[in-house]
């Protein structure tokens, strides 16, 4: 997303981790259902970081969880790859 912003709006790009904001300040295009996904992602980096939160996630990311979400991400990525290329 950071790309689609260097390619649409601004070289300067925004030092933030959320990526739906990143999404909104690129004037990227998004569904409820897409919005929803990319806050959903955000949160692993914030889980991944603090240990409580750290704890529960390790135990909400059972392989099947992980294989969906990496499916999901793939996916989101291609969809992405495509508007930077428009």
């Known amino acids: 997303m950071k790309a689609y912003h260097v390619k649409n709006v601004d070289i300067s790009i925004p ?3 959320d990526l739906t904001k990143i999404a909104e300040k690129a ?3 998004l569904s409820e ?3 929803d996904f990319l806050d959903e ?3 692993f980096n914030i889980k991944a970081r603090y240990p409580d939160y750290k ?3 390790y135990k909400k990311a059972t392989k099947e969880f992980t294989e969906i979400y ?3 991400i793939k996916e989101f990525r ?3 790859i495509k508007q930077i290329s428009n």
């Open 78 to 80: 291609q969809w992405l």
């Open 27 to 29: 004037n990227l295009t």
């Open 33 to 35: 259902k897409e919005k």
């Open 55 to 57: 704890n529960r996630f």
């Open 15 to 17: 030092p933030i981790h």
């Open 41 to 43: 992602v955000t949160t």
């Open 70 to 72: 990496i499916m999901k």
